[in-house]
């Protein structure tokens, strides 16, 4: 038996490190290595605040501060981290918000409720609630005139999307796409339809049927006029999320609007390359700040 336990796990490791980028198996292999990368980080301490939008103890976000002696911007960041819709929590992400804070902006970062006890409706619910408390504490703060750059990783990336482009529950929340500066989405599911069937998959649309892969995917709400500001950036390589679901968004988009959609393929990257921008300078690191610059000198 004990034979049989270490020929399947030397199986096992033997597949996993030869496993190829473009594979999920190549992902798991650096996985590790990411998080390692996120909890070894070094970062100085911040100025930050807890705030509950719903009953449910997932429903919070952070508000981060800038460094005081930093000039104030004209933008907050509303930013979604990544995680399958299932794993994290915006503790675990404070090296993106501190990338953002060192650069003089305040940054709000979510939490929702996770699959697979709550599908996208029920994340969708959590959006409308996080709205007007969004609202409330940027009074608070007189923060209120600020427009927000939103965006998000991965399957955060996916609720920012929804947040910005289902304009009927947008409008519901009191808000509209004029709040919004710019958005911005990494390594993007954002047509599901280009997605394999998997367990996250099936989780987060619904197992009851609550929703359907058109509901939850955000390409579904583009509409014939569109005027915000986009940045895509995928791996071309992805093992995760296939690549095909921001180049169907984008094209999508081209037909609405093309001058208002940047799309940065990383060649060769994987879907964690795309996630480690926070703690390394690299290709990824420079285009977003460049892109979000940009907003501050128009």
């Known amino acids: 038996m004990v034979f049989v336990l270490l020929s399947v796990?030397?199986?096992?490791?033997y597949l996993i490190y030869r496993a190829e980028k473009g594979s999920r198996l190549y992902e798991f292999k650096v996985l590790v290595g990411f998080w390692y990368q996120l909890f070894t980080h070094k970062i100085e301490r911040m100025e930050e605040a807890r705030y509950r939008y719903g009953k449910h103890w997932r429903q919070y976000f952070l508000l981060v501060k800038p460094k005081r002696e930093m000039t104030d911007r004209e933008h907050v960041i509303l930013y979604f981290h990544g995680g399958g819709w299932r794993l994290g929590k915006p503790e675990f992400f404070r090296v993106h918000a501190k990338l953002f804070a060192e650069r003089g902006y305040h940054v709000i970062m979510p939490s929702h409720r996770r699959i697979p006890l709550y599908s996208y409706q029920h994340m969708r619910e959590d959006l409308n609630l996080l709205m007007p408390k969004i609202d409330e504490v940027l009074a608070q703060h007189g923060l209120q005139d600020k427009q927000i750059i939103l965006g998000g990783a991965s399957s955060g990336a996916n609720l920012a999307?929804?947040?910005?482009?289902?304009?009927?529950?947008?409008?519901?929340?009191?808000?509209?796409?004029?709040?919004?500066a710019g958005i911005f989405l990494l390594a993007a599911p954002l047509d599901l339809s280009k997605m394999e069937q998997s367990f996250?998959?099936?989780?987060?649309v619904g197992w009851q049927k609550e929703a359907s892969i058109e509901a939850a995917s955000p390409i579904t709400y583009l509409e014939a006029v569109e005027n915000t500001p986009v940045l895509c950036v995928h791996g071309a390589k992805d093992g995760i999320v296939a690549y095909d679901t921001t180049c169907s968004f984008v094209e999508k988009m081209r037909t609405i609007n093309p001058d208002?959609?940047?799309?940065h393929t990383l060649e060769g990257g994987t879907h964690l390359?795309?996630?480690?921008?926070?703690?390394?300078?690299d290709e990824l690191q420079?285009?977003?700040l460049e892109w979000i610059e940009r907003f501050e000198v128009q």
């Open 9 to 13: 796990s030397f199986f096992i490791g």
């Open 286 to 288: 420079t285009v977003l």
């Open 200 to 204: 996250v998959l099936e989780s987060y």
């Open 273 to 281: 390359d795309v996630s480690r921008w926070g703690y390394r300078m």
């Open 260 to 263: 208002i959609i940047q799309f």
């Open 161 to 180: 999307a929804h947040m910005l482009y289902h304009r009927a529950e947008l409008h519901k929340q009191g808000w509209s796409q004029d709040r919004f």
